[in-house]
């Protein structure tokens, strides 16, 4: 058995946030029960790295199900169609 140890390298990053960005990431927290802010943001940035590395078809399903599950009258998915097809042309 090969033992791999995974390095991490820590990096700090700062943003300012609106007051509703604020308000909404304070309740997401407590919501669904991350340990802190910090683990939120960065639950986030991994999801948001994670969908980049898919190919524009499969980052627009992902999207779809990711946005029905949370805000299903958000955004219809012709609209996320729209911006999968903006993203491919600035490709």
């Known amino acids: 058995m090969v033992n791999v140890v995974s390095q991490l390298q820590a ?9 509703r960005e604020a308000a909404l990431l ?3 927290t407590t919501e669904y029960g ?5 683990e939120a943001i960065r639950s ?4 948001y790295l994670n969908l980049l590395e898919l190919g524009p078809k499969d980052r627009l399903r992902m999207l779809q199900i990711v946005n029905e599950m949370i805000a299903p009258s958000a955004k219809q998915s ?10 491919d042309d600035e490709l």
């Open 11 to 19: 990096v700090s990053v700062s943003t300012k946030l609106t007051r």
């Open 26 to 28: 304070e309740r997401l």
């Open 34 to 38: 991350f340990i802190s802010k910090s």
């Open 44 to 47: 986030a940035v991994r999801l």
């Open 78 to 87: 012709s609209a996320l169609i729209e911006e999968t097809h903006r993203e």
